[in-house]
């Protein structure tokens, strides 16, 4: 159970050359592993666990490119690489790994199904280019920001319903606040739409929604604009950096005195769009400007525990901060001179190369892949497959568990596989049991004959035995009788 950091690490705008996602040890720093051949920008990697039997995988779109490289936690070398219809400006997969979704600079969302390489639908979701794309955490919707200051909510059931792909995708609602280019988006827990959202725009404001009413709770305004921030598990407080380097804590409950009730915890915020809480720098009580980095900040994320911050920068650098006391712990350097484009904090996988845990018990390495095969990644369709939605459902049905399963063949076909097998085996143990039980009976006959027969021949020999001294021997009469 080690947490580990996922970090991607890209060339800086000035200077060229080939970037690398690494695993670091949160504790320590230490590089546990690396895959090299990727150049991504903000928001276009994404990654699912490894869990349930199956091998996780990364999924990463090259900057400047229409390619979507594939890695699996097993290998330090690229699995393969996937075409994309056009280059996207962001990439998100779901955390169950069961859909994949694009945004490119046009305004235009894609989304595959990765097992089996579907493309589901691909629509115009937006007029400008789109920053940010984010599933909920149950993978029910499907969340976009954008350059034109919009934020529009999917649901992913009407977006890959059969019934509606010859329809424009309508969203289930438009978050439309914000003036100015939305740059990043947190979902908070809860299935869909009884959870929140946090919005960030460059408008200076962090907005938070309450997607079940689809109505804004509260407005944040800060000095600076915001490019990035993280939210705590919790939900209690949530962190918002800004370009120049500057990251404000803000608090979303506090402790309120009462004369009668003694001190209470009440909610920040929540009355709707007149709702506007100023975050200052200058307000040193509130301790609302947490840290000054004095480099630009490219992501946030807090660890697993929730006891650390770790920021990344334009120039290479991980901060690390612990939230308590605000004070920086250590700084991991390795990709010094490049950029950080994306972190994210996990448990080590099991499977990770170099790494195999020692609980699988497998011989080397290369039985890594047997004990915990790869997570199926098919290369995506480039365009829309109409023929994808005119299966019978059985076909249907047997063709997707082909896909999630390549090992093994739908429920259905192998129930009735199994049923006609057992069915063969009854009639051939049937037969078999029938000459078994002819054999016995005429054994058994036989004996039977065999043994009535010996036992007449002793009867008959025993008589004549009796007879023979009765002819033979003197007969003696009594006085009054005559022979």
């Keep these: 159970m ?131 794309l984010t599933f909920t955490h149950d993978g029910a919707a499907l969340i976009s920001g954008s350059e034109d200051s919009g934020v529009s909510i999917w649901s992913v059931a009407r977006i890959v319903d059969e019934d509606t792909q010859n329809e424009l995708p309508t969203p289930y609602c438009t978050l439309s606040d914000h003036t100015l280019p939305v740059k990043d988006i947190v979902c908070g827990l809860g299935a869909f739409p009884t959870c929140r959202v946090l919005t960030a725009s460059l408008d200076h404001t962090v907005k938070l929604w309450d997607l079940s009413s689809q109505s804004l709770l509260t407005t944040f305004y800060f000095p600076k604009p915001i490019s990035s921030m993280v939210w705590d598990i919790t939900e209690h407080l949530f962190f918002a950096a800004s370009l120049d380097g500057s990251i404000y804590q803000v608090n979303l409950f506090r402790q309120r005195t009462e004369k009668h009730a003694g001190q209470t915890i009440e909610a920040v915020g929540g009355a709707g769009v007149s709702d506007l809480i100023r975050v200052a720098d200058e307000d040193s009580n509130s301790r609302k400007c947490l840290i000054t980095v004095g480099q630009p900040i490219t992501v946030l994320i807090i660890s697993l525990t929730s006891s650390l911050l770790l920021v990344g920068t334009s120039t290479g650098l991980i901060h690390i901060y612990d939230i308590a006391s605000h004070q920086l712990l250590r700084i991991i350097s390795t990709h010094k001179g490049m950029s950080i484009s994306h972190l994210a904090t996990m448990l080590k996988p099991p499977d990770l190369v170099g790494h195999i845990s020692l609980s699988l018990g497998l011989g080397s390495s290369a039985d890594a892949k047997d004990i915990i095969p790869m997570r199926p990644v098919v290369p995506f369709h480039r365009i829309k497959d109409s023929n994808a939605y005119d299966y019978p459902e059985a076909e249907f049905q047997r063709d997707y568990a082909f896909f999630v399963q390549p090992d093994a063949i739908s429920t259905s076909e192998a129930s009735s596989a199994r049923v006609a097998r057992l069915e063969v085996e009854v009639e051939n143990l049937r037969e078999q049991l029938w000459k078994a039980k002819g054999i016995n009976d005429v054994m058994w006959e036989t004996i039977v004959r065999k043994v009535m027969t010996q036992e007449k021949r002793e009867a008959v020999v025993e008589g004549e035995d009796v007879e023979k001294p009765k002819k033979k021997g003197k007969i003696n009469l009594l006085p009054n009788q005559s022979f």
């Excluded at 060339?11 to 690494?22: N, Y």
């Excluded at 490119?65 to 962001?90: D, G, T, W």
């Design 2 to 132: 080690q947490e580990v950091v996922l970090c991607a690490a890209a060339p800086q705008a000035s200077s060229s050359g080939s970037g690398a996602i690494v695993l670091h040890d949160v504790q320590t720093g230490t590089s546990l592993a690396s895959f090299k051949q990727s150049n991504s920008g903000p928001h276009c990697i994404s990654f699912v666990e490894t869990r349930d039997g199956q091998g996780g995988f990364i999924l990463a779109a090259q900057h400047e490119k229409s390619i979507l490289n594939v890695y699996n936690f097993q290998k330090h070398q690229l699995a393969f690489k996937i075409i994309l219809p056009e280059r996207p400006s962001c990439l998100t997969v779901d955390n169950s790994g069961t859909f994949c979704a694009g945004g490119t600079t046009q305004g235009r969302i894609y989304l595959w199904e990765v097992a089996s390489g579907i493309l589901y639908n691909s629509w115009d979701a937006h007029y400008r280019r789109i920053n940010v």
